[in-house]
């Protein structure tokens, strides 16, 4: 096992890059206690490389990460860094082979923020089952009539993609609201299935059955469009789709086409392909697609149980105890020496 002290006269600056946090937050306290000077991003708004690049010149051993590039340039060019710790468990945008070459370990706050995604994921799910949105807006503009019956989740098929932590957790929340609960993970046993009261499918066969479905898969090469024009083919025109976890598994062209078509019921994103969404995204202009910015895992209890997360990960690894963070590194190799 390898020892990752280090004088702490040279260097010992932990940069926050996330956009919800100000310098001298109290959830940061334990790194000034260990004698670290913590920098906050404070402008609301992920660096470029360029201005990463900058940031990470002089005397910053640690990150903790947003959504800013990690890029081997990036990587390559920080002469301090030990160890960057991403706030949240989504990993798409560090070069991890190029981490790894660095030495550097990346770790996620696993663990910390399932449930505040499943329960925004569900509740993305119910306002759009409920019409809770276009019902806010007529009452608001005036307006008070009945516009129909909504289709509701109760007695429905939901079909969950991933079935992970967070997707776990919204299972749960589905069964629990009445729901037959169809499951594609290829990797999920049947003992998890059991527990949880679900079903395992086919992918397609959750795009055929489900009256709702959530995507909970991580973002890789193989999950790039993972929801495309085939796949949307095969919905019900009434079923909803929810995504909160990256925005690459799905293909915007072909969902913006199924919606003009009304081949689906309600949309509900969190994520998207580009980030921030373009102004001229077509996506914006449906009445039945629910946003956010990317902030489902961002609830008062996750603010705290990441944070603590990605805090004692750097307190631990350059403490000289690496093997503490072995379970929430996803290139545990340089952990060994």
């Given at each position: 096992?390898i020892?990752?002290?280090?004088d702490m006269?040279k260097?010992?600056?932990?940069?926050v890059?996330?956009?919800?946090?100000?310098?001298g937050d109290?959830l940061?306290?334990?790194?000034?206690?260990?004698?670290?000077?913590?920098?906050?991003?404070?402008?609301?708004r992920?660096?470029?490389?360029?201005?990463l690049?900058e940031?990470?010149k002089?005397?910053v051993v640690?990150?903790?990460?947003?959504g800013e590039p990690?890029?081997a340039?990036?990587?390559?060019?920080?002469p301090?860094?030990k160890?960057?710790?991403r706030?949240?468990?989504?990993?798409?945008?560090v070069?991890?082979?190029?981490a790894?070459?660095a030495g550097?370990?990346?770790?996620?706050?696993f663990g910390?923020?399932?449930?505040?995604v499943?329960?925004?994921?569900?509740?993305?799910?119910?306002?759009?089952?409920c019409?809770?949105?276009?019902?806010?807006?007529?009452?608001?503009?005036?307006?008070?009539?009945?516009?129909?019956?909504?289709?509701g989740?109760?007695?429905?098929?939901?079909?969950?993609?991933?079935?992970?932590?967070i997707g776990?957790a919204?299972?749960?929340?589905?069964?629990?609201g009445?729901?037959?609960?169809?499951?594609?993970?290829?990797f999920a046993?049947?003992?998890?299935?059991?527990?949880?009261?679900a079903?395992?499918?086919?992918?397609?066969?959750?795009?055929?059955?489900?009256?709702?479905?959530?995507?909970?898969?991580?973002?890789?090469p193989e999950?790039?469009?993972?929801?495309?024009?085939?796949?949307?083919?095969?919905?019900k025109?009434?079923?909803?789709?929810?995504?909160?976890?990256?925005g690459?598994?799905?293909d915007?062209?072909?969902?913006?086409?199924a919606?003009?078509?009304?081949?689906?019921g309600?949309v509900?994103?969190?994520?998207?392909?580009?980030e921030?969404?373009p102004e001229?995204?077509?996506?914006r202009?449906?009445?039945?697609?629910?946003?956010?910015p990317?902030?489902?895992?961002?609830d008062r209890?996750?603010?705290?149980?990441?944070?603590?997360?990605?805090?004692?990960?750097?307190l631990e690894?350059?403490g000289g105890?690496?093997?503490?963070?072995?379970?929430y590194?996803?290139n545990?190799?340089?952990?060994?020496?």
């Amino acid at each position: 096992m390898i020892s990752v002290r280090y004088d702490m006269t040279k260097a010992r600056k932990i940069l926050v890059n996330t956009e919800q946090f100000k310098n001298g937050d109290a959830l940061f306290e334990p790194l000034i206690a260990a004698g670290y000077s913590v920098e906050v991003n404070e402008t609301f708004r992920l660096p470029s490389e360029a201005e990463l690049i900058e940031k990470l010149k002089d005397g910053v051993v640690a990150t903790i990460a947003g959504g800013e590039p990690y890029t081997a340039r990036v990587l390559e060019t920080a002469p301090d860094l030990k160890i960057v710790a991403r706030w949240g468990v989504g990993y798409d945008k560090v070069d991890v082979a190029a981490a790894t070459k660095a030495g550097i370990p990346v770790a996620m706050a696993f663990g910390a923020n399932h449930e505040s995604v499943a329960e925004y994921a569900y509740a993305l799910a119910l306002a759009l089952a409920c019409r809770i949105g276009p019902r806010d807006a007529m009452v608001k503009s005036g307006k008070w009539f009945f516009d129909g019956f909504h289709p509701g989740l109760w007695g429905r098929t939901a079909g969950i993609i991933g079935l992970g932590r967070i997707g776990g957790a919204m299972a749960r929340r589905c069964v629990a609201g009445g729901m037959t609960v169809l499951v594609y993970d290829p990797f999920a046993s049947d003992e998890q299935l059991a527990s949880l009261g679900a079903q395992r499918a086919e992918l397609n066969e959750v795009f055929s059955r489900a009256d709702l479905i959530s995507v909970h898969a991580p973002s890789t090469p193989e999950t790039r469009h993972l929801v495309n024009a085939e796949r949307l083919a095969l919905i019900k025109p009434t079923a909803i789709l929810v995504n909160t976890s990256r925005g690459p598994l799905i293909d915007e062209t072909a969902l913006v086409a199924a919606i003009d078509a009304g081949r689906i019921g309600g949309v509900g994103l969190d994520v998207f392909e580009i980030e921030p969404l373009p102004e001229a995204s077509k996506l914006r202009s449906f009445d039945n697609v629910l946003f956010s910015p990317h902030v489902s895992g961002m609830d008062r209890m996750a603010e705290r149980l990441v944070t603590e997360r990605c805090v004692s990960n750097i307190l631990e690894y350059l403490g000289g105890r690496p093997q503490a963070i072995v379970p929430y590194v996803v290139n545990p190799q340089v952990l060994a020496g």
